[in-house]
């Protein structure tokens, strides 16, 4: 599965970002598009995604700043970033099915 991921940028703290994650083909669910985040020196971890519902799911930190939205029509999933603080900056990259991953996009937000 091939993923694209884009969007990222240099911000400043409190500010908003929209990532993308575009899906090359049409032949699964890009509800199964996770978001993750690695920063330097630390573990990637989970972000955002969908449960097996259909519903948002967000990790704690989140704390309603993110939102992941899709749209089938695209074959893309997005991860709005709000509120952006220090602590945000990382490599943000989307999961597909079969653990395939994209290549990530470079978040910055100064303070």
């Known amino acids: 599965v091939q993923l694209q991921a884009s969007g990222g940028g240099l911000v400043q703290t409190g500010g908003s970002l929209r990532l993308s994650c575009t899906a090359a083909?049409?032949?699964?669910?890009?509800?199964?598009i996770d978001w993750y985040r690695q920063a330097p020196g630390q573990q990637r971890e989970f972000v955002a995604g969908?449960?097996?519902?259909?519903?948002?799911v967000y990790a704690n930190f989140v704390k309603g700043r993110f939102t992941i939205s899709k749209d089938n029509v695209k074959n893309t999933v997005y991860l709005h970033l709000t509120n952006l603080k220090p602590e945000d900056t990382a490599v943000y990259y989307c999961?597909?099915?079969?653990?395939?991953w994209g290549q990530g996009t470079q978040v910055t937000v100064s303070s």
């Open positions: 969908f449960n097996v519902a259909g519903n948002q």
């Open positions: 083909s049409s032949t699964f669910s890009i509800s199964d």
């Open positions: 999961r597909g099915p079969g653990d395939s």
